[in-house]
C-alpha cells in the first residue's frame, strides 16, 4: 500500500528552498513513528535535503539521472516513478515522503496521506498537489497549538479503497 505523509499549509505550501519551512518537534516525532522500519520513497532533492539516512528505514531515491548513485546500502536508486507502482498492491505500507513532483505523480495511487496541516499561509516554491478532501474519510485528527503554530494531525484515507477493500 502506498501512503503519503507530509506537512502543508493552507495554501498548500510544503517548503522553501529545497528545505521544510516549519520546525514543528511533534511532527517530526510524528513522522519518525509512523514511518519507522518501513520503506520511504523520496525524488533525489529531497534525498539531498536530509542531513543523514534516516536510522531504521529503507530509502528509495527516485531520479532521472542515470549516473546517480549512493554508496549507502540502505538506499537504491531507482529511474522511474513506475518501479513505485509495485507497492500500491503490496501489504507492506510505502511512504512516499516527497518532493513537489514525486507528490504530483503518486498521488493518485496513494490510499492514505498522514499531514500536518499547519495553519499558515507562508510562500514558499514547493506545494503539494490539491486534492479533493471530499474523496478521503478522515480516520485521525488531532489539534495541536505549540511555539505560536496551530497545526492539525489528520490522517485520510481515500474513499475508494476503504469502500472497496483495498
Known sequence: MLSIITAINQNYVIGRDNQLIWHIPEDLKRFKKITLGKTIVMGRKTFESLPKVLPDRKHIVV??????????????????????????????EVFIVGGEQIYKQLLPYCSKLYLTEIMSYENGDTY???????????????????????YNFLTLEKKFFRNNGL
Open 63 to 92: 531520479t532521472r539521472d542515470e549516473n546517480y548513485s549512493t554508496s549507502d546500502n540502505r538506499v537504491t536508486v531507482i529511474h522511474s516513478i513506475k518501479d513505485i507502482l509495485k507497492y500500491k498492491d503490496s501489504p507492506e
Open 128 to 150: 503539494f498537489p490539491e486534492f479533493n478532501k471530499a474523496d478521503y474519510e478522515i480516520i485521525e485528527y488531532e489539534k495541536h497549538y505549540d511555539n505560536y503554530i496551530k
